[in-house]
């Protein structure tokens, strides 16, 4: 597991395009915001929560294709489900390198992208624990969904279908959490519901994960 | 002889093909009843007459959480005994529960007009019902997009189970998110809660029309399914040299 993991951090790392990708993405939205909604610092400052959260669950979905649909196409799929590990653990490893390289990159810059939508200072900690709490679970839906897609045409689009519904809770508690925290309010409900929806994933959906996968597979 | 004997196409065929004839007038007669008594009934003190709505608005909601249901049962019964009509009743289901949402949204969005002042609100209920709209939106588009039909049963059923869990853990989580408009419950057993008899019974009569209705779209688009199998299949052996 562990090296599977390494190997696709290097692949995410060396191929290009996936690593900075949803950065980039994200830094794009935070400049598009102002231009949509004007750039008066009040209104940026209450929609900021919401657009962070917003931009984060975007950025995630871009990269969630990339998970299996390359191996997929060259075979190291089959390799893998073959593999003495069980594929749950091989979904797990994945969906950890596609969070370690697009989830954890995002949870780095958002106190500059809070700072680019003027969100209040005092929010930034919430914004951090809720989007490190939050990602992972972003990352293992997604890995179910890009599960569910691998072998299919235009699956890309499908995907989003499919995965941002199952998105709306961890957008709700993280949104809250982070809302809460800009108007000085304590967070720590909205942060233990997201900590549960992220521990419940982490446990349930590989065993989804790689039931779709060997439905996909055989 | 038990229930599972029904997973047999055949006998599946045969028992919905010797229930339809008597089913529809049954539903019509509840429907057409159900909204005539519903629409003749006197107007709300405070609503007015757009309280009548409400006999098109709850039994289609119901339905819409129901079927949904329906379809969670069904893919169970696929994942773990593997009966195609299970799977195909399930396929069936979802086109219903889809539209049967689509009726709530847009009916609750006319009633919440006059009363509440607005079209749409982000209240819990509502934003629920959308979320659970979106999900019908992409099990449809899942079943569409797999060729292979067995797979794409065990995908939807995958799909439909991991999905289930969201749709309630949406409900609970828009509920956290904001405090909402739309009342607690309709049918209370509570007395003093409840409302008067006056809507009620017409709403029960409507509510059994609607299940009446959804039986018969989903015994004739499973049927429908059934016959698509059946014709694919002899298509195969045909093509076969």
């Known amino acids: 597991m562990t090296a599977l993991l390494l190997r696709d951090l290097r692949l995410a790392i060396r191929a290009g395009g996936g690593f900075g990708l949803g950065l980039a993405f994200f830094l794009i939205l935070c400049t598009l915001v102002p231009f949509g909604v004007g750039s008066d610092g009040d209104i940026l400052g209450r929609i900021a929560p919401g657009i962070l959260w917003v931009g984060a669950l975007l950025a ?20 893998l489900a073959t593999a003495p590990i069980p594929l749950e653990g091989a979904v797990a490893a994945k969906a950890g390198a596609h969070w370690l390289t697009t989830g954890l990159p995002l949870v780095v810059a958002a106190p500059l992208f809070g700072l ?19 990602t992972p ?76 996968l060997r439905i996909n597979l055989r | 002889m038990s229930i599972w004997e029904y997973a047999n196409p055949v006998k599946f065929m045969r028992l919905s093909g010797a229930v339809l004839p008597w089913l529809v007038p049954l539903a019509a007669i509840c429907l057409l009843g159900g909204l ?31 079927i ?33 949402t689509l009726i709530a949204l847009v009916t609750g969005a006319a009633w919440g007009q006059p009363t509440w002042g607005t079209w749409w609100e982000w209240d819990p209920r509502l934003t629920s019902f959308l979320v659970l709209f979106l999900f019908y939106l992409g099990y449809i588009a899942l079943w569409e997009a797999v060729e292979n039909p067995d797979s794409a049963a065990d995908l939807t059923g995958v799909l439909c189970l991991v999905g289930s ?40 009569v409507c509510m059994i029309g609607f299940f009446l209705l959804f039986l018969i779209l989903l015994l004739v688009r499973t049927r429908t399914e059934i016959r698509i199998r059946r014709t694919a299949a002899l298509q195969a052996r045909e093509a076969r040299p």
């Open chain 2, 36 to 66: 005539i008594w519903g629409y003749s009934t006197p107007p709300d003190y405070r609503q007015g007459a757009s309280v009548k709505i409400m006999f098109l608005h709850v039994p289609s909601a119901m339905m819409a959480i129901n």
């Open chain 1, 116 to 134: 680019l939508l003027h969100l209040p200072l005092q929010a930034v900690p919430n914004l951090l624990i809720s989007l490190l709490i939050g």
């Open chain 1, 60 to 79: 995630c979905l871009l990269s969630l294709d990339r998970i299996f649909a390359l191996d997929h196409e060259d075979g190291s799929l089959d390799l």
């Open chain 2, 165 to 204: 869990v969201f749709a309630l853990l949406s409900r609970y989580a828009a509920h956290f998110w904001t405090q909402g408009l739309h009342q607690g419950s309709s049918l209370s057993v509570a007395p003093g809660e409840r409302m008067s008899a006056v809507y009620r019974y017409p709403l029960y």
């Open chain 1, 137 to 212: 679970a972003l990352s293992m839906l997604g890995a179910f969904g890009a599960a569910i897609t691998v072998g299919l045409r235009r699956g890309g689009l499908l995907l989003s279908l499919l995965v941002l519904p199952l998105y709306v809770p961890t957008l709700i508690f993280g949104a809250e959490a982070v809302r809460r925290g800009a108007a000085g309010m304590d967070a720590t409900t909205p942060l233990i519901f997201q900590a549960a929806i992220s521990l419940s994933t982490l446990a349930l959906i590989p065993f989804a994960a790689a039931a779709a």
């Open chain 2, 68 to 100: 949904w249901i329906m379809m969670l049962v069904a893919s169970l019964i696929w994942i773990i005994r593997r009966h195609h009509v299970s799977a195909l009743a399930a396929k069936a289901a979802a086109p219903i529960g889809a539209v049967m």
